[in-house]
């Protein structure tokens, strides 16, 4: 992934909520490459349904994000 499309992935991940911010500064120190795409498309999710996601509050979420998901959850 080039360093356009890292910026602006970071810049997706500064959120409306001060938790969901805390969570996604934590969690980019150690993505994966293979996990930006995802990532990308979670990011599309309005704050306060991501932010029940990411708290486990809900199960919104497609299928092949549940990796990705469990990864968010624990940090």
């Known amino acids: 992934m080039d360093s356009y499309s890292k910026n602006r992935l ?3 991940c500064r959120r409306g ?4 911010d805390l969570v996604f ?7 994966d490459e293979k996990d930006f795409e995802n990532l990308d498309r979670l990011l ?3 704050d ?3 932010w029940d996601i990411v708290c486990g509050r ?3 979420y497609p299928p ?4 990705l998901v469990a ?4 940090s």
């Open 10 to 12: 970071q810049w997706k």
């Open 17 to 20: 909520l001060l938790e969901l």
């Open 25 to 31: 500064q934590r969690f980019l120190l150690d993505v």
């Open 44 to 46: 599309d999710t309005p």
């Open 48 to 50: 306060n349904d991501l």
């Open 58 to 60: 809900s199960e919104a």
């Open 64 to 67: 092949h994000m549940k990796e």
């Open 71 to 74: 990864r968010l959850r624990s």
